[in-house]
């Protein structure tokens, strides 16, 4: 089954405490990417990637860093969480960059930091 | 740069009453465009998608939307409204061509439905 896999799903965790939001894809997609979900925002591009080993910023880069060190797998990392941060995290992918392509999402993580 | 507005941030219906969100974009050219559904707690569902020809395009549980280019539109409509179909709605932007805008959905802020009984 095609899938794109977040975890963890829900987390509370404190400000400035490093954490990473793993993000998995079993379709063998060049194009992985994260957003997030804020009231009244809609969803927002974070980071993107066309492929293993190359990334680049999106809409609101701010405070993350990603890394591709394999096809599969699109970490989201955040160094230092600060409470502007707390939101809901999804991650995609779809076959190439482009938007013809179906896009998968993941179930979405749930993050708020304290 | 592309952009999506949902003029309505929160509408309620009736059970049984027709539907129809608004959605309007801003885009050099043809977009590919998008309506997502979000149930509370859930991950997104495509209800559906305009890439090409006809367009007034059919979706899933019953949804159908019109691309207008004169109006950059793209409306979701629905004929008859279900309780279940209470969720926040989403439209979204995709650009045909390369550059910086390759390969990222731009949302809209989102529609919140209720539905009364």
């Known amino acids: 089954e095609a899938q794109v896999t977040q975890n963890p799903r829900y987390l509370i965790t404190v400000t400035g405490k490093k954490l990473t939001v793993t993000c998995s894809q079993n379709?063998?997609?060049?194009?992985m990417s994260w957003y997030r979900q804020d009231p009244g925002l809609g969803l927002r591009q974070i980071y993107y990637?066309?492929?293993?080993?190359?990334?680049d910023k999106g809409d609101v880069p701010e405070g993350y860093k990603v890394s591709r060190k394999e096809k599969r797998n699109f970490p989201l990392i955040l160094e230092s969480p600060s409470p502007n941060q707390t939101s809901l995290y999804f991650c995609?992918?779809?076959?190439?960059?482009?938007?013809?392509?179906?896009?998968?999402f993941g179930e979405g993580s749930w993050l708020t930091v304290v | 740069a592309q952009s999506v507005t949902q003029p309505d941030i929160h509408i309620t219906v009736s059970e049984g009453a027709s539907l129809e969100l608004r959605c309007n974009y801003s885009?050099?050219?043809?977009?590919?465009l998008f309506w997502y559904v979000q149930s509370p707690g859930q991950g997104l569902q495509l209800l559906l998608k305009?890439?090409?020809?006809?367009?007034l395009v059919q979706g899933i549980k019953g949804f159908e939307a019109e691309f207008k280019r004169s109006q950059s539109s793209f409306n979701l409509r629905k004929p008859s409204v279900h309780w279940s179909d209470a969720a926040e709605y989403f439209c979204?932007?995709?650009?045909?061509?390369?550059?910086?805008?390759?390969?990222?959905?731009?949302f809209g802020q989102g529609t919140i439905l209720t539905v009364h009984p």
């Open positions: 305009y890439f090409s020809g006809d367009t």
């Open positions: 990637s066309m492929n293993v080993e190359v990334t």
């Open positions: 995609a992918s779809s076959l190439t960059g482009s938007s013809g392509n179906t896009i998968y």
């Open positions: 979204a932007v995709g650009a045909r061509s390369g550059g910086t805008s390759y390969g990222k959905l731009t």
């Open positions: 885009y050099g050219a043809t977009p590919y």
């Open positions: 379709m063998n997609h060049e194009y």
